[in-house]
């Protein structure tokens, strides 16, 4: 499996399976979205992804009240490359 030019959103990408499918899909050359709640956790695994030579962003986002902000991030890698257009999947793994 290849993703060159697909950048999937990742729900809870921060930790555990989350974090493995996030990596896993960089490791295959995807730019990834990260959703999840804990800033903290986001910004380690976006410099993990970052450290990859692939574009991370992290976004506060709380699925269950439907909340998200700003990106947590400062500065996505090479530019900012997200816009609601450009993803291109969804990998949902937050625990309900």
Wanted: aromatic share 6%; glycine share 12%; net charge neutral.
């Amino acid at each position: 499996m290849t993703c060159p030019n697909k950048v999937p959103l990742v729900t809870g990408g921060n930790g555990g399976i989350g974090r493995s499918i996030t990596k896993g899909l960089a490791q295959h050359g995807a730019d990834i979205v990260l959703a999840a709640l804990n800033e903290q956790k986001t910004e380690a695994v976006v410099k993990e992804i970052e450290a990859m030579g692939r574009r991370c962003i992290g976004v506060y986002c709380d699925v269950l009240e439907g909340e998200c902000q700003a990106p947590i991030s400062s500065r996505p890698a090479g530019g900012t490359f997200i816009t609601r257009e450009f993803y291109s999947f969804i990998a949902p793994n937050c625990i309900t």
